[in-house]
Structures are given as structure tokens and as C-alpha cells.
């Protein structure tokens, strides 16, 4: 595999590990960045975009697990897990993983090593965090193809952070539920300052905005999926008190590029994101998306489902193109002490090297690995044991963050 340069950094050490303070960080480059961002164009106007997941990666990024509330009496497995998705993500891309310290650090190695990780496609981050789920607090990466000259004050000689990769910095509040989440918060502008990133922070009518990644999925072309469930509820666990539809859609316009949000109903049961997409609906292709689909008229997520479904019929892409929606089949409901739990196979995840897939033991997994390798030819879809993951009401797609490769372009911007 082609090794990962950023030029940007220092010199690696051979364990590969970043720690708060072993760069100057939130450094004043960084700093210069986000100063820059707050006054002059937004990500859009700059050329911008969200990629979509399929894209190629520089990295994934994960959090190496350690809140055992996440997973009350049933935290040692999850490491193996972890270790797992690693195993199956290295040889495609650098793993990244948050860690808490180095007594986390050297609690991952040795789960790595056992289970035959290769360590020199993995790099540690000394970024405490609360709790591991990085598809929502992580670095939202965003990327411009081609030339863009760089935009005053960017001259005269000065170095500028990286221009083809940026991060934008939406904002977590622990799902508007949980009141631990000021860790996570931070991570997204410690990892701007880290990987030299510009960093945009995001600002809708003069306010912080709340956004994370499980809750929209992108085609990379100006189309994205999301839910009014989650978004748009005026009542439970909202994220940004007062906003609109349309400052909403403002807001992933002018950051993410987006021109066209596909808005669906609601979630599944048993999620309490309250409404994340990616548990339901995931764009498989510029032009098809995957759609959960319950057969059994009595379960709870039939209905919802069914009205997803018919919305999506009559939506349309960037272009104006109907959308190609797929089946995906829902394993059979999941409990543990009572409480119904989110298990879907549309929590699965694009790397370089494979499409990981959460299994339930099940015999719906089957039905869900073959669409799945139908639709993403170039790589294999491969299954990820996940009844134990799902026991912190989320799986694959909710731990991991795709940091996307750079643009190659002629100036060297």
C-alpha cells in the first residue's frame, strides 16, 4: 500500500503517537486559519464539498473505547471488536485512533497486536474524549478538487495549512441527552491543528450550530440525506433551539456544499440519537441510495419505514434524476434487559479496503452482504460480529470517521 506523507507534520516517531502538547497545537497556524474562516468565504464559495464515503481515504479515524457506561456489564468484548474493524480497515488506509492517555495507548497496541494489526498503519492521538462513537464528534473533513489559488492573506511567502482537505467544526452537545460530551467537542479543532487543516467553525445567523456525522450522508455531488426526526423535532433532544428548515439547509449549503437535502421522517427504534440516517438510508452511488425495510407489519419500525420509502419515490437528485432505492433487509428485533435495540445493516461502513457490514447472527446477514457486494463491486463487503456493539445503541458507522484523501492539483495549493 502507498504510505501516507502529510508534510505538514514532524518528523514520526516509530510508535506513531500524537498527544495534546507534542504539537503546537491549537497553534497559531491554527488559529490564523480559523480567524480567516470566520471573516472571509465560506467552505462553499471556496470550492469545498462534503465527499461522499466511497471516495478515496488518506485515513479512518476511530476512538479507542473506554466509557464502560456505553456498554454497562458487557464492556469487555468491545475492544475485540474494535480490533477487528482495524484489522479489516489497515491495509486500505492509516487508521487513526483517539486515545485518553498512554496507558489507553498501550491497552490498544496490545489488543492490535494480538489480533495481528499491522502497527505501522496505525497512528494514536492523545485527544481525551468521553466517549468512542467519532462518526458524531469527530473531524467532518471536507475536500476541493482542481486549482484554487489561495485567497489573501495567504501571500508573500507565508505558509498556509492544508487547502484541498479542511475541517469543519459543527459542534457536539452529547445528542442534546447526555451531559458529558465537552471532551468530544474538542476534538475536531485539536485535530485541525494537528494534521494542519483549515478549520472552519461553523456560525448560522451569528450561532454555533450543532451537527453530527450520523445524522446526514452525502453523495458527493450536492445531495444529502437526513431526517426531520432528528433535525427539525421542536421538542426532544434538539440540537439547535429555534432554527429552521431553511437555516438548516443554509448551514449544510454554505459548509458542506450540499444543494439538494433529501429530508425522510424518522428513525428506527431503539436508536437515542433520535433519528440518525445512517441507521435506515445510506446513498450506495451518486444515484441509489439503500433503504432499510421491515417486513413484519406489527413491528414498530414497519410504518416509518413504508413513509420513508414513499418519500424517497418522489424526491429527486442535484440533477433532477429520480433516485434508485434498494432494499436493505432489518435483522430480527434485538433486546437486551428489556430495551429494544438499534441493529441495522445500513450502519455499515466504506473504507479503501472493504465495506464493513455489522452482522447479527442472523439470517438476514446473508441477504445483507450480498446487496451490499452487489452495489460496491470494487471492494468486498465484509461482516463485522455486532451484538455486542449494539449494545451502546449504535455500530460500525457510528465509530468510525473517513478523513479523505487530498486532491492532487498542479499548483501544489
Known amino acids: 500500500m502507498t504510505s501516507v506523507f502529510n508534510p505538514f507534520w514532524p518528523q514520526r516517531t516509530r510508535r506513531r503517537s500524537r498527544r495534546v502538547g507534542a504539537c503546537p497545537g491549537p497553534t497559531k497556524r491554527l488559529m490564523q486559519s480559523f480567524e480567516r474562516a470566520k471573516g472571509g468565504m465560506s467552505p462553499a464559495a471556496l470550492g469545498y464539498r462534503l465527499p461522499a464515503e466511497w471516495e478515496p481515504h488518506e485515513a479512518t479515524w476511530i476512538g479507542w473505547p473506554h466509557n464502560l457506561s456505553d456498554w454497562p456489564g458487557k464492556f469487555t468484548p468491545i475492544p475485540w471488536v474494535y480490533a477487528e474493524i482495524v484489522r479489516k480497515t489497515a491495509p486500505g488506509e492509516i487508521v487513526r485512533i483517539l486515545v485518553n492517555s498512554r496507558a489507553h495507548e498501550e491497552q490498544a497496541r496490545r489488543i492490535l497486536n494480538r489480533v495481528g ?99 446526514i450522508d452525502g453523495n458527493g455531488r450536492g445531495s444529502l440525506l437526513t431526517t426531520e426526526e432528528c433535525l427539525l423535532d421542536p421538542e426532544v433532544q434538539v440540537r439547535n433551539p429555534g432554527f429552521t428548515r431553511e437555516a438548516i439547509e443554509e448551514a449544510l449549503r454554505e459548509y458542506l456544499g450540499v444543494r439538494n437535502v433529501l429530508w425522510l421522517g424518522k428513525g428506527i427504534a431503539g436508536d437515542d440519537t433520535h433519528g440518525h440516517v445512517d441507521d435506515l ?62 441493529a441495522s445493516y445500513a450502519n455499515f461502513y466504506i473504507s479503501n479496503a472493504a465495506v ?58
Open 117 to 215: 494489526v499491522d502497527l505501522s498503519r496505525v497512528e494514536f492521538f492523545r485527544f481525551p474524549t468521553n466517549r468512542g462513537w467519532t462518526r458524531d464528534f469527530g473531524p467532518m473533513f471536507v475536500k476541493r478538487d482542481g486549482n484554487h489559488p489561495l485567497p489573501p492573506p495567504y501571500q508573500g511567502g507565508e505558509r498556509a495549512p492544508r487547502q484541498d482537505v479542511a475541517i469543519v467544526d459543527f459542534g457536539f452537545n452529547g445528542w442534546a441527552k447526555y451531559p458529558n460530551w465537552q471532551e468530544d467537542d474538542k476534538v475536531a479543532s485539536l485535530a485541525a491543528g494537528t494534521l494542519g487543516c483549515r478549520l472552519f467553525q461553523v456560525k448560522v445567523k451569528g450561532r454555533d450550530s450543532v451537527l453530527e456525522g450520523g445524522s
Open 281 to 342: 438510508c445510506r446513498f450506495a452511488g451518486p444515484r441509489s441510495v439503500v433503504l432499510c425495510q421491515e417486513s413484519d407489519p406489527g413491528d414498530a419500525n414497519y410504518r416509518p419505514l413504508q413513509e420513508n420509502r414513499e418519500r424517497l419515490q418522489g424526491m429527486c437528485l442535484e440533477d433532477g434524476s429520480h433516485i434508485e432505492v434498494v432494499a436493505l433487509p432489518m435483522p430480527a428485533p434485538l433486546f437486551l434487559d428489556g430495551q429494544r435495540l438499534p
Open 356 to 413: 464493513l457490514v455489522p452482522t447479527f447472527n442472523d439470517p438476514n446477514d446473508r441477504i445483507a452482504l450480498g446487496t451490499l457486494a452487489e452495489l460496491f463491486r470494487d471492494r468486498p463487503a465484509i461482516g463485522i460480529h455486532a451484538v455486542d456493539l449494539v449494545w451502546g445503541l449504535g455500530t460500525l458507522h457510528c465509530l468510525t470517521h473517513e478523513q479523505p484523501a487530498a486532491a492532487k492539483s498542479e499548483t501544489g495549493n
